[in-house]
């Protein structure tokens, strides 16, 4: 059984699932185009980290939830690891955050992705997120697909 939990991004594992998910992303876009928090960022107020555990404790997958204070939240750094992949560890990460937000009155929550990661704009499509305009630094950018949802 998957376990979720709100963790400090500044653990080993952690910092090790977050390299593989910078590896992957630089995989696919150009630098520039890899809008990451970093660990500063992510240990900072205002965020919350959630992270899917297996029964022995290994960390399966994680996302970030960035309050920004008006209501509206963005999606950031959504990474499952080849261990859990097809194991339903995204769709339990998703709805920990989406929870985590309402407790937070945050009403719409944002994200960025990139147009090659297919899985991941199906999953946010089938959770009910729509795409919108870029927004914020992903104006202009090619390589940025922006979605919205609105939590009710």
């Not at 399966?60 to 920004?68: C, E, I, K, Q, S």
């Not at 990460?93 to 985590?100: C, G, R, T």
Request: aromatic share 6%.
């Amino acid at each position: 059984m998957t376990t979720i939990t709100i963790e400090n991004p500044r653990q080993p594992e952690i910092e090790a699932m977050l390299r593989e998910s910078d590896d992957y992303a630089l995989s696919l876009y150009p630098p520039d185009s890899c809008y990451m928090l970093d660990l500063d960022e992510l240990a900072a107020d205002g965020v919350t980290v959630i992270v899917a555990r297996d029964p022995d404790g290994t960390a399966l997958g994680m996302a970030a939830l960035v309050n920004r204070g008006d209501g509206s939240g963005e999606l950031k750094r959504l990474f499952v690891r080849e261990a859990g992949r097809g194991r339903g560890v995204a769709t339990t990460v998703m709805d920990a955050l989406e929870s985590a937000a309402r407790e937070r009155s945050i009403h719409t929550l944002q994200l960025e992705t990139g147009p090659k990661q297919l899985a991941a704009i199906g999953l946010y499509e089938a959770r009910g997120y729509r795409h919108i305009e870029n927004f914020g630094p992903y104006v202009g950018d090619e390589f940025s697909v922006c979605m919205e949802k609105n939590l009710g």
